[in-house]
Every structure is written in C-alpha cells, then in structure tokens.
C-alpha cells in the first residue's frame, strides 16, 4: 500500500467515526474516493496551467498586436493544448489509472480524450466570447468562470468516454 492510499483509507474511517448515518456514510464516501479527489486536485492543477500560460501568451499578444483583438482566443488555444496535455498524463496514470502505454490502448483513450477535450475547448471558446466580446466582462474573470463549467465536463467525459474500461 502506497502512501496516498494510506491517505484514502484514513480518510475512509474518518468518514465512518463522524458520520453515523448510513446513507450519509455511503454518500459521503461516494463523493470522497480516491479517484474524485484526485481529478479535482489535477482538475486544479489543470487549471492553473491553463490560467498561467493564458495570462502570459494573452500578454505577449497584446504587446505585439497579434491577432488584434481576438489575441486573446489564440492564447486560449494555446492554453489549452498545454493544459489538456498536462490533464492527459495525470488523468491516465494517477486519477483513472490506466497506467499500461500498449498501442491497442492508446490509440483508443487519445483520440477519445482529443474528442472529448475539443468539445469542451468549443464550449470554452464560445464561452469566453459571450462573456468578453458579448458581455465585456474582464477576460481572467471570464477564463475562471469558465473553467469551472469546463472541469466538470472534462470529468464526466472523462469517466464514460475515455477511461471508461477502468473500473474500480
């Protein structure tokens, strides 16, 4: 047992100590499981990659006059290749674990997981542009705004489409 299922397991009897209530007690620990736990703290990370490298690329074409004023949907596309990259790695290995490299699944889980990730950038990009152009709300307020709708269709994407074939 390794040290982040020792976390789990301490967590799993914490849960039964405090909550007594049985359906309570299974709800709870539907809603804390390792694999939840760990796409919401890669969900995060995802998202401060994303957020990071929006800020900076947004800047640098606003410095340089790129794209006028739609740089900043040329940083959003490039904030999301580095994200869904980033979001790839740690969603096969640690959240989903779907650790094997063999070819017959790869080339099943990238293609999905592209799919599912571009739906999700059209609904982003649709997003930020109601929000900024549509709206004239602040761009990182409306990125963040975003993103939250955007993490949780990643997950649930993530969980039927791509990584289905791994159950716990």
Do not use: C
Not at 40 to 52: C, D, E, K, N
Request: charged share 20%; aromatic share 16%; net charge positive.
């Amino acid at each position: 047992m390794n040290y982040l299922d020792r976390i789990f397991e301490w967590l799993d009897k914490l849960i039964d100590k405090f909550i007594k209530n049985k359906k309570m007690n299974a709800m709870m620990k539907k809603l804390l499981n390792k694999e939840t736990i760990l796409y919401l703290v890669f969900g995060v990370l995802t998202t401060v990659v994303a957020l990071v490298s929006f800020y900076f690329v947004d800047k640098l074409f606003d410095r340089t006059g790129f794209m006028g004023k739609y740089g900043y949907q040329g940083a959003n596309v490039i904030s999301w290749i580095l994200a869904v990259t980033f979001a790839y790695i740690t969603n096969k290995l640690w959240v989903f674990e779907s650790k094997s490299f063999a070819w017959h699944i790869i080339r099943k889980e990238i293609p999905s997981f592209a799919f599912s990730r571009l739906l999700t950038l059209g609904i982003e990009t649709l997003g930020m542009f109601l929000l900024v152009t549509v709206l004239d709300l602040n761009k990182m307020l409306s990125k963040i705004l975003v993103s939250i709708i955007v993490v949780i269709l990643n997950y649930i994407f993530s969980k039927i489409l791509v990584f289905k074939s791994k159950k716990k």
